[in-house]
């Protein structure tokens, strides 16, 4: 017979954890880059939510059955609205469709991949039509890297490869910051296909790193609270002139942005993120040894859908390869 207080003790814990998953959750999608407490949690391992649930799980099916309700839902918010995890059911009703375009965006990471040059070769095997790198490097851009025929571009340590050729190219000005980085570097391309023009903005974002990095080493939280003000900037300022540039745009890139941010959803949630649509699992693209995020993103703004969202593999960076197919809307 177990003792009440114990199994009081029980109760309290099981709806407690329910109520600290439910505040995790909140504090991502209210305050993620909005309170350094929130920014903090929203860029650090979220794994760790789910602890107490392997911890009580056992104790309340051995005394208190009743509160695998409370755990399970508390499970249930701290892998999905807190750690992103993605059922795909949209993508259900898509797998059928035929793609009309599959695009891969990949940050490379091309000062410490040393398999930067086999990346075109690592994916032959999706057969995209149209990849777009960032911290790509010069050489990467030759065109014997890639198949016979395909157009290659590099500016701004963005890369464009694609099997369609470029119409335009016009690069967004770099705003720099001092060291809290820059605004983030963007091109709008002009493809013109079998079907029809494609109109496609690659971006790189400023990091949240330098932020955090003050934070943690000097505990300056007005270093945060700068890179914080670089990022909404160069993310309004990116989100506006894409804008301008088509109404009809897919936006691939590492945004260095999780869909929880104010950030993110103040300027980039009009837009349909392919993975939050289709994706199925937590679609992590950065991946780290005891830390993985998903910050590289493909949206469609307007005369697109997104049909498929799959993380390719491993190719030497500390970031994975976004796969996407596309549709044009009816």
């Known amino acids: 017979m177990v003792p009440p207080r114990i199994a009081n003790f029980l109760v309290l814990l099981a709806w407690g954890y329910l109520a600290l998953s439910l505040t995790y959750a909140a504090l991502l999608w209210l305050a993620g880059d909005a309170w350094w407490?929130?920014?903090?949690?929203?860029?650090?391992?979220r794994w760790p939510i789910l602890l107490p649930?392997?911890?009580?799980?056992?104790?309340?099916?051995?005394?208190?059955?009743?509160?695998?309700?409370?755990l399970g839902l508390a499970a249930i918010v701290s892998v999905g609205p807190a750690m992103g995890y993605r059922l795909g059911a949209r993508g259900w009703l898509t797998a059928s469709a035929a793609a009309e375009l599959r695009i891969i965006t990949f940050n490379v990471d091309s000062r410490d991949n040393?398999?930067?040059l086999a990346i075109p070769m690592g994916l032959e095997p999706y057969h995209p039509d149209v990849v777009v790198l960032q911290e790509c490097a010069e050489n990467l851009a030759a065109a014997e890297h890639w198949p016979a025929g395909w157009t290659v571009r590099f500016e701004q340590s963005l890369c464009l490869a694609s099997r369609f050729p470029v119409l335009e190219a016009r690069p967004l000005e770099r705003i720099e910051t001092g060291e809290q980085g820059g605004t983030g570097n963007a091109v709008f391309y002009r493809l013109r296909s079998d079907a029809g023009i494609i109109d496609l903005a690659v971006l790189h974002l400023e990091t949240p790193r330098k932020g955090l990095e003050q934070l943690r080493y000097r505990a300056k939280l007005s270093g945060l609270a700068r890179n914080e003000l670089v990022r909404e900037v160069g993310s309004r300022r990116m989100s506006r002139w894409i804008t301008e540039q088509s109404s009809a745009v897919i936006v691939a890139g590492d945004f260095n942005l999780p869909v929880e941010s104010r950030i993110y959803r103040s300027h980039w949630s009009r837009c349909d993120n392919a993975f939050s649509r289709v994706?199925?699992?937590?679609?992590?693209?950065?991946?780290?040894?005891?830390?993985?995020?998903?910050?590289?993103h493909v949206l469609t703004c307007g005369g697109w859908r997104p049909l498929r969202a799959v993380v390719g593999p491993d190719l030497g960076s500390d970031h994975l390869p976004l796969i996407v197919d596309l549709a044009r809307r009816r």
């Not at 929130?38 to 391992?45: E, I, K, Y």
């Not at 994706?279 to 998903?294: K, N, Q």
């Open 37 to 45: 407490l929130a920014t903090l949690l929203l860029f650090m391992p």
């Open 53 to 70: 649930v392997a911890l009580l799980a056992p104790a309340a099916l051995l005394i208190r059955p009743r509160l695998l309700l409370p």
């Open 114 to 116: 040393s398999r930067l």
């Open 279 to 296: 994706g199925h699992g937590f679609g992590w693209t950065r991946v780290l040894p005891h830390f993985s995020i998903r910050i590289d």
